[in-house]
């Protein structure tokens, strides 16, 4: 049973950093993806980045230019920078791993951006 671990949220002023942490238990097999999701009160579950395990990387144009996301394979870990915060990135961070036939989530973490 894999299961996603998240760190690093809080709260922070608007125009500065947050870095998100986010380690897997388990096994995991081959090919995967991992990356982070975020969902702010009454909106949907939205993208911000993902990474594959050969490093491509897929970001929202939201964050695009001020975000940055890492992985590192041997930890089954995955980071995400995040710079030049707005009061639109509050909400709640939610960690992703997709492999073959199925999807994980961790519980989630909140950032909340104060102006």
């Known amino acids: 049973q894999v299961q996603l671990v998240e760190s690093g949220g809080g709260l922070v002023q608007a125009g500065g950093s947050l870095r998100l942490s986010c380690v897997a238990s388990g096994t995991i097999f081959g090919f995967n993806t991992m990356g982070w999701y975020r969902q702010a009160p009454g909106k949907q579950r939205e993208l911000v980045a993902t990474?594959?395990?050969?490093?491509?990387?897929n970001y929202a144009d939201s964050v695009q230019g001020r975000t940055a996301i890492s992985r590192d394979n041997a930890k089954k870990t995955v980071h995400l920078q995040m710079n030049s915060l707005y009061s639109e990135d509050t909400a709640v961070y939610y960690c992703?791993?997709?492999?073959?036939?199925?999807?994980?989530w961790g519980q989630g973490t909140q950032v909340t951006v104060s102006s």
């Open positions: 990474v594959t395990t050969d490093g491509r990387t």
């Open positions: 992703y791993l997709r492999v073959p036939l199925s999807t994980y």
